[in-house]
């Protein structure tokens, strides 16, 4: 059975820095892509960033390119948002995800069927 489990969330002010862990279990995160992806009040689910593939090919969204980096820990089975310079526009409730079968794409959450339960991100002075 998949399973994610996000957490790391917090209150930060403005320029600081977060990590989110995913940890994964029912599959190894290398197996799968794995995307991180955000919901803020009001608005649509939108993609963050993933590992696009078994390669791990990386994939950001545009505006927050330079301040996020994915990564994984094969061994730990887990899958890492490190955030830096943090906006208050990247407040947020935070979901790691997995695709189901076939084509997906990163910048959609449609295409992804497993979802962790959300860790609550806020940034404000």
């Known amino acids: 059975q998949v399973q994610l489990a996000e957490s790391g969330g917090g209150l930060v002010q403005p320029g600081g820095s977060l990590r989110l862990s995913c940890k994964a279990s029912?599959?190894?995160?290398?197996?799968?892509?794995i995307g991180w992806f955000r919901q803020a009040p009001g608005k649509e689910r939108e993609g963050v960033s993933c590992?696009?593939?078994?390669?791990?090919?990386?994939y950001y969204k545009d505006s927050v390119k330079g301040r996020f980096t994915i990564s994984r820990d094969i061994a730990r089975n887990t899958v890492y948002l490190q955030m830096d310079s943090l906006e208050p526009e990247d407040t947020a409730v935070y979901y790691c995800a997995t695709p189901g079968r076939g084509t997906y794409y990163c910048d959609n959450p449609l295409f992804f069927t497993s979802w962790g339960q959300g860790t609550q991100v806020t940034v404000s002075a």
């Open positions: 029912g599959f190894t995160v290398d197996s799968t892509a």
């Open positions: 590992f696009s593939s078994r390669a791990g090919n990386t």
